[in-house]
């Protein structure tokens, strides 16, 4: 009697739980006051417009609102892949840029790191590191600007260089197959000094005694580098990899019109889904808009999931979640 009178008094999981969420509120109080009001941002404007997504299965108007609208079910999505609409071009030039901008953008960032590491004049490191971290503080605009002044038909340092040694001026801006390329090269002289900040904040926290134990072992600088640097990177090469393949079907509309703008024979070669949604938002409305923007998200979902569990059969069990 005793036993089943102390086995009825015993507090079931349930109420262990919540009695220890209690406890954890109670003792840290005053953090989770500070973290509300993010988490209150968070929900306005992360969660609470999830509702707008049932958009995309309807032919959206303004009078009857959002659920009041037609339900058209996957008719947004079947016209975005039709072969009258633009959608299969828009998804193969943006996973185009972004795919080869992923692999530069992992090469090239921690080649710089690695060399600004070794670099061992202050003075030098200094004046290089600022020189590189300039782009990242230039706008689109800006940058649209510089590449103007080098590919111009007329006044284009390119054309320029071309003349003065006997080859015909080229005129760039009427011919869309170069012009991937230059959005990823731009793309990668931009962004590549700030991701190289990353790497290097890595590697200060390396253990500086194994590089001296490999330079008494005979190691060259070559040689310290490939067995031991960069594969102390490789986990933080593995998560920023991770989280760029899961934008990898979001293109970056600034870069795009800074860069191209709205000229007619190269937007089509360079049109990616966020500059195409801004173009048929005005003139399909916003369903379709809507239906193109949820197919990126669900396709980025899918993607870093596949990438992430790939990442932590080949890697060590490492990866980003």
């Known amino acids: 009697m005793k036993s089943k009178r102390i086995q009825n008094e ?10 220890a969420f209690l406890r954890e509120m109670k003792k840290n109080k005053g953090l989770y006051v500070m973290c509300l009001p993010a988490l209150i941002i968070l929900i306005m404007f992360c969660y609470i417009p999830f509702a707008g997504t049932w958009m995309a299965f309807t032919d959206f108007n303004v009078v009857d609102g ?4 037609k339900f058209v079910g996957l008719d947004n999505f079947k016209y975005f892949f039709s072969t009258s609409s633009m959608g ?43 020189f590189m971290f300039f782009p990242y503080f230039l706008s689109w605009v800006v ?7 080098f590919f111009s038909t007329d006044v284009g340092v390119i054309n320029h260089m071309l003349q003065s040694i006997g080859l015909q001026p080229v005129k760039w801006y009427a011919e869309p197959k170069y012009w991937k390329g230059i959005i990823i090269i731009a793309s990668m002289w931009k962004w590549s000094g700030y991701s190289s900040i990353i790497y290097m904040a890595a590697m200060a926290n390396f253990d500086g005694s194994l590089y001296e134990a490999a330079e008494v072992d005979g190691a060259s600088k070559f040689q310290r580098i490939v067995y031991l640097t960069v594969p102390m990177l490789k986990p933080t090469a593995v998560v920023l990899t ?40 005005r003139t399909l409305g916003f369903s379709y808009a809507t239906a193109i923007g949820l197919f990126q998200s669900v396709m980025g979902l899918i993607l870093v999931t596949v990438a992430n569990k790939m990442a932590k059969k080949y890697n060590d069990g490492e990866g980003l979640f």
Not at 10 to 19: L, R
Not at 143 to 149: L, M, N
Not at 271 to 277: G, H, L
């Open 10 to 19: 015993a507090p079931g999981p349930q109420k262990k739980g919540s009695n």
């Open 66 to 69: 959002i659920f009041g609208s």
């Open 88 to 130: 299969w071009r828009v998804t193969y030039n943006t996973l185009f840029i972004n795919f080869f901008g992923i692999i530069l953008g992992l090469i090239v960032p921690i080649s710089i790191a690695i060399f600004f590491n070794e670099v061992r004049s202050k003075v030098f490191k200094k004046l290089t590191q600022s």
């Open 143 to 149: 940058v649209g600007a510089i590449i103007y002044g």
């Open 242 to 281: 991770l989280m760029s393949i899961g934008r990898i079907f979001y293109g970056d509309f600034g870069m795009i019109y800074g860069i191209v703008g709205n000229n007619p024979v190269l937007i089509d070669a360079v049109t990616v889904i966020d500059t195409y949604v801004y173009q048929t938002m």
